[in-house]
């Protein structure tokens, strides 16, 4: 009998795994965990074709120093859920750091960022600076934003700025709810689309292809 002929090998996604570190901002505070923009990256087909879905660690009232919910802080947040198979972590924020003295902001930073590279040496990291409903944020606000900036930078980890790309800014009475603070549904699909453009780059959409059968002779 002849051999059969192989059948074409199934493609097989390449798996990442992405990290949410962050606060309120993240977790769907003032509208509901459905919102949340991680969830929403998570619930686009259209973006999330062969990408891994984003574990969102995120607690309300965390940051840096701050301790939110669950006892939780950036740094436990990472130690809790990043792993070594992670492929990448957000940072997102924290307001929240905003009462603690400016270089104990940047130095637990330093120390969140040092232990993703320990926990995951193949991830990489993405940094968020906590946002501004207004284009003359307080200074506090901008110092929180500076510290994480140069904590970032100082780690070669990539750092965005929503106060200087004016996130929110142009449209606060829609995307912010009347706490002045969260977002609203509007406001988490504007993150979602402004995460999803980031991400992208850092996660693209890969295929790889099993290595092919040998075909296997029957006997006659």
Known sequence: MLPRTPAPAPAVTEHHRIVIIGDSLSTGNGTSAADAWPNLINNDPAFHQDRPNLTNAAQNGSGYLSVGDKDSTFGTQVTEMVTAETRLVIFFGSENDIVFPPSEIGAAASQAFTTVKNIAPQAAILVIGPPSYTDNPAPE????????????????????????????????????????????????????????????????????????????????
């Open 141 to 220: 606000r901008v110092e929180v934003r500076d510290q994480d900036k140069t904590a970032a930078l100082q780690a070669g980890v990539q750092f965005v700025d929503p106060i200087a790309q004016g996130w929110i800014m142009d449209n606060a009475a829609d995307l912010i709810g009347p706490d002045g603070d969260h977002p609203t549904t509007a406001g988490q699909h504007f993150l979602q689309t402004q995460m999803e453009k980031l991400i992208a780059p850092l996660i693209p959409q890969t295929r790889t292809s099993l290595p092919p059968t040998p075909p296997r002779q029957e006997s006659k």
